[in-house]
T-cell receptor, first 117, second 109 residues
Framework: GAVVSQHPSWVICKSGTSVKIECRSLDFQATTMFWYRQFPKQSLMLMAT?????????EQGVEKDKFLINHASLTLSTLTVTSAHPEDSSFYIC?????????????FGAGSRLTVL | QKEVEQDPGPLSVPEGAIVSLNCTYS??????FMWYRQYSRKGPELLMYTYSSGNKEDGRFTAQVDKSSKYISLFIRDSQPSDSATYLC?????????FGAGTQVVVTP
């Protein structure tokens, strides 16, 4: 089945630094990837839709200059949290749609837990 | 009103019991319906998906979709402690995925 690899699985950084999270589709090409944020015991909150070769589409209320998304190839999307602050601490999860089988479903990465000190 | 409503639980059942989960949705345009399982501190993993109405069975899991009432269900037979997780329902219409809040399930030995 479709596999999405996300790295790092956890990261701790100092306030004011930037952190990059990578999301790769291992066995399929993904023209579209999605980035979610999840707070404890809450559901997934869509942050942005990452489109290969073009600008990401951000959801309302998500700062595009704060959360930089780059989708440079059909198998890689990155999320950079710039000038991170403690309130950015969260669980970030990427996903990709694998439609080759005809099923329109999302495959998720394992998530990245960010802690900003 | 959220487009997909799901009771967050927690839902506690004894080992061996049937777990019954459900969601309602508001947009009749939704075509694909999915159930994901998420263990603590992990990304969601796809359990089952169905297209349009009907039932789908996979081992101990059965997914049902009733488009007339906009109701989707997941049943887990012979539940095991390893089934303890959060289960999220999801729908898709033209590439816009909508997720329920997730129901926390606890299967006690």
């Amino acid at each position: 089945g479709a596999v999405v690899s996300q790295h790092p699985s956890w990261v701790i950084c100092k306030s004011g630094t930037s952190v990059k999270i990578e999301c790769r589709s291992l066995d399929f090409q993904a023209t579209t990837m999605f980035w979610y944020r999840q707070f404890p015991k809450q559901s997934l909150m869509l942050m942005a839709t990452s489109n290969e070769g073009s600008k990401a589409t951000y959801e309302q209320g998500v700062e595009k200059d704060k959360f930089l998304i780059n989708h440079a190839s059909l198998t890689l999307s990155t999320l950079t949290v710039t000038s991170a602050h403690p309130e950015d601490s969260s669980f970030y999860i990427c996903s990709a749609r694998e439609g080759a089988s005809g099923a329109n479903v999302l495959t998720f990465g394992a998530g990245s837990r960010l802690t900003v000190l | 009103q959220k487009e997909v409503e799901q009771d967050p639980g927690p839902l506690s059942v004894p080992e061996g019991a049937i777990v019954s989960l459900n969601c309602t949705y508001s947009n009749s345009a939704f075509q694909y319906f999915m159930w994901y399982r998420q263990y603590s501190r992990k990304g969601p993993e796809l359990l089952m998906y169905t297209y349009s109405s009907g039932n789908k069975e996979d081992g101990r899991f059965t997914a049902q979709v009733d488009k007339s009432s906009k109701y989707i269900s997941l049943f887990i037979r012979d539940s095991q402690p390893s089934d303890s997780a959060t289960y999220l329902c999801a729908t898709d219409s033209w590439g816009k995925f909508q997720f329920g809040a997730g129901t926390q399930v606890v299967v006690t030995p």
